[in-house]
Nanobody
Framework: VQLQASGGGLVQARGSLRLSCAAS????????INWHRRAPGKQRELVGS???????TYVDSVKGRFTISRDNVRRRVYLRMNSLKPEDTAVYYC?????????WGQGTQVTVSS
């Protein structure tokens, strides 16, 4: 199982970014995919998840600003981030749980300047 997150970068506050998570080695369409982030000096946080049926849930701090979507044909999950804030600065990771085991991508850095 391999996951690769991409699309991070430096953006000004109130700007937008779209992260992408590409997955291989799994039956992609049947798995829930999660986005996490780890901010400097903080514990890793679950940002949101998207189920196999396309239902997404979010942590309260990003509701209304972030949107998770998936493309099962391209085997990708996207995290669209709008109205970014400096506190969104973190390394963002996608992960999947398969047969009780967690798999993680390498992460992509998002830096939001004020």
């Amino acid at each position: 199982v391999q996951l690769q997150a991409s699309g991070g970068g430096l953006v000004q506050a109130r700007g937008s970014l779209r992260l992408s998570c590409a997955a291989s080695g799994i039956n992609f369409s049947i798995h829930t995919i999660n986005w996490h982030r780890r901010a400097p000096g903080k514990q890793r946080e679950l940002v949101g998840s998207i189920s196999s049926g396309g239902s997404a849930t979010y942590v309260d701090s990003v509701k209304g600003r972030f949107t998770i979507s998936r493309d099962n044909v391209r085997r990708r999950v996207y995290l669209r981030m709008n109205s970014l804030k400096p506190e969104d600065t973190a390394v963002y990771y996608c992960n999947v749980v398969r047969l009780g085991r967690e798999f993680w991508g390498q992460g992509t850095q998002v830096t939001v300047s004020s």
